[in-house]
Every structure is written in structure tokens, then in C-alpha cells.
């Protein structure tokens, strides 16, 4: 999705977007069959994929033609190989692998969206089970995982570049999930020690993970809930995709609480999609609405609320950015 809208001026074009859902569903299907996996240098006839991927066939040729249309897929004499893009960030263990994120929407946000009438109705999530469930199943606790890894592989690199983490010595991601973020940050800064903060269920990922970036002597996880457990202090505490789970309140109390977080000199970094006029606006009003159907009481919301938030909390110097193609970049210092 680009941001921009499609042309709804004529019945072709409003059949077109009535019908967008179905070309995402192709993606995800792949992404769940493991298809670009298996066709990762080593192309293959739609014979050969039936039999690896255990298909009946019928229908095989058009879903392989449809991928190939949308640019996933390439023809190779009477065979198929992964397109560029779908080889670098769709293929198992490519450490730009961003398949997590398609399969828990797959899971969790096409069923929701199904019910989107019901959730305008009543005001009540529509995603099945809660997030005790998701904790409760290491299967989909992975899942949901690997679904942050897909988003944070994206923004790390964006974040390192738009805010200048030297001269700090302490960072910390409050509910950075098994530290994805916070270790590329880390190994981009020698000098800097990082601590997660998320819930106790999250350190057994975390040990593995650090284990496997080789930061197991910079990195700390600290288990809790940050509504009841006070928050380890640091010289920067970052606040990423946090924000838009909760209702206006509770945005408030987090703001303030990780404001209190940060030490003398320091910083508080908030990023989201949140919902300000510009090219974007598609893509964040859509993330928005994930956020009515899968939680309480969560949405994105405009910068300017939680700059009135970070001001009520103490923070003078605010200054935010756009990060990325999608997401706000909100810095706050006290002066």
C-alpha cells in the first residue's frame, strides 16, 4: 500500500479496491505455504511445487500466475523462481526476513477484519483470544515475535540514523520484545549497554537472540508489567510501537512513567504511525483500525496528543520527525 488512493471514480476502480483484499490474501497464502522459502535458489515447474508444498492442484496455476503478476514471482523457462524483493525479505532464516509479520496477520488480522462491521457496532475487538492466550501458546507467542522482528529489522537501521544515540551510555526499550531493536542499536554503539523491558515470558527469546548477536555482556532483559512494576533508568528510553495498544490514558501514564525513566541529559524516543495529514495517512488509518480489532482500547493518535503528553510530564525540547515511510519519530529533553 502506497499511502495513496485508488482511483474510486468509476465502477472499474471501486471494483478494483473492493477486490484488494484478495490479492493480499494471495501473499499470505504463500507466506504460509512457505513457497518463496522453498523456491529460494532452486526455481521449479508447478508440478514440482505441487508435490514439495503437498497441493492438490487445482487452481495452482492461476495462484502462481497471480503471484507472478503482482511481482512476487518470475517465469524461468516452464518453471517459477522468487522476484527480487520476495527472495530478500520472504525467504526463512534471510536475516531480512519480514514472513513473521505476514503470519500473524494472516492469523490474527484477516479473521478480525472479517468482522469490522461487528467492531463499529460494538466498540469491542474482534481478534480471537487476547494476548493471555498469545503468552500461554509458545507457537503463537513465536509467531508474534517474529511479527515484531519483521517491523523493528525495518526501523532499526531508520532509527539509528535519525537520532544520534553517542554520548549516551544507557538505552532502554520499554516493551522491546525479545530486544530486536534495541541489539541493533546496541551493536551500532559500542559504547552503549541496553536493557529490555517486557513481560517475563519474552526472556527466554531474549537469551537466544542476544546469544545469537553476541551481545549477551551489553544487553539485559528486566521481566515486568509497566503499568505495576516501576522501569529501569537510562539515559534513553525508547518507547516504540507501545503507545497505539492503549487508550488515550494509558498513553498518558506510560509517557509519563518512561519520562521518569530517563536520567539527567537524556531522552525520551516515541514512534508510531501516528495519524497526521500526508502521504501516509492511508497506511496509519489502516494500522489504526488493526488496533480497534485487536485490542481494549488501542488506536494511533495524532503527534500533537502525546507531545501535550511528554510536556504535562516535564519534557521543554520536543521535536518530531517522520521515520521511515510510515511511522513519527517524537524526541523529548527536558531543557
Same mark, same amino acid.
Request: overall charge neutral.
Given at each position: 500500500m502506497t499511502g495513496i488512493a485508488p482511483d474510486v471514480t468509476t465502477p472499474t476502480g471501486l471494483i478494483r479496491l473492493c477486490n484488494a483484499f484478495c490479492e493480499a490474501k494471495a501473499l499470505l497464502t504463500a507466506v504460509e505455504l512457505d513457497l518463496f522459502t522453498v523456491l529460494h535458489d532452486n526455481p521449479a515447474t508447478e508440478e514440482e511445487l505441487r508435490e514439495r508444498l503437498g497441493l492438490h492442484g $487445482?487452481?495452482?496455476r492461476d495462484f502462481l500466475h497471480l503471484l507472478?503478476?503482482?511481482g512476487l514471482l518470475e517465469r524461468q523457462g516452464d518453471g517459477f523462481r522468487n522476484a527480487a524483493g520476495a527472495d530478500q525479505y520472504l525467504v526463512r532464516e534471510q536475516p531480512t526476513y519480514i514472513g513473521g509479520f505476514m503470519r500473524r496477520t494472516n492469523d490474527n488480522l484477516y479473521p478480525a477484519w472479517g468482522k469490522l462491521s461487528e467492531a463499529l457496532r460494538t466498540g469491542e475487538p474482534q481478534a480471537k483470544g487476547d494476548f493471555q492466550d498469545v503468552l500461554r501458546d509458545p507457537k503463537i507467542l513465536g509467531r508474534f515475535i517474529h511479527m515484531m522482528d519483521a517491523l523493528t529489522q525495518v526501523l532499526g537501521p531508520q532509527l539509528i540514523e535519525a537520532f544520534d544515540f553517542s554520548g549516551h551510555a544507557t538505552l532502554l526499550d520499554v516493551g522491546g520484545c525479545r530486544g530486536n531493536l534495541a541489539g541493533q542499536i546496541t551493536k551500532a554503539h559500542p559504547d552503549l549497554t541496553g536493557t529490555v523491558f517486557d513481560l517475563p515470558q519474552m526472556e527466554p527469546f531474549f537469551d537466544e537472540h542476544m546469544a545469537g548477536?553476541?551481545?549477551t555482556e551489553r544487553m539485559s532483559f528486566h521481566g515486568g508489567d509497566f503499568f505495576k512494576d516501576?522501569?529501569?533508568r537510562a539515559d534513553v528510553v525508547v518507547l516504540g510501537h507501545v503507545l497505539h495498544d492503549y487508550d488515550e490514558e494509558s498513553r498518558r501514564f506510560l509517557v509519563e512513567k518512561?519520562?521518569?525513566?530517563v536520567k539527567p541529559g537524556g531522552a525520551l524516543v516515541i514512534?508510531?504511525?501516528m495519524l497526521d495529514e500526508g502521504p501516509a495517512l492511508i497506511e496509519n488509518l489502516v494500522i489504526s483500525l488493526d488496533m480497534m480489532l485487536v485490542t481494549e482500547g488501542g488506536s494511533e493518535y495524532? #503527534?500533537?496528543? #502525546? $507531545?501535550?503528553?511528554a510536556a504535562a510530564a516535564g519534557f521543554t525540547a520536543l521535536e518530531h520527525r517522520p521515520l521511515g515511510d510510515f511511522d513519527t519519530l517524537l524526541v523529548c529533553r527536558r531543557g
Open positions: $487445482r487452481g495452482l507472478t503478476a503482482l548477536l553476541g551481545l516501576p522501569l529501569p518512561a519520562g521518569a525513566a514512534y508510531d504511525r495524532p #503527534v500533537e496528543e #502525546v $507531545r501535550q503528553h
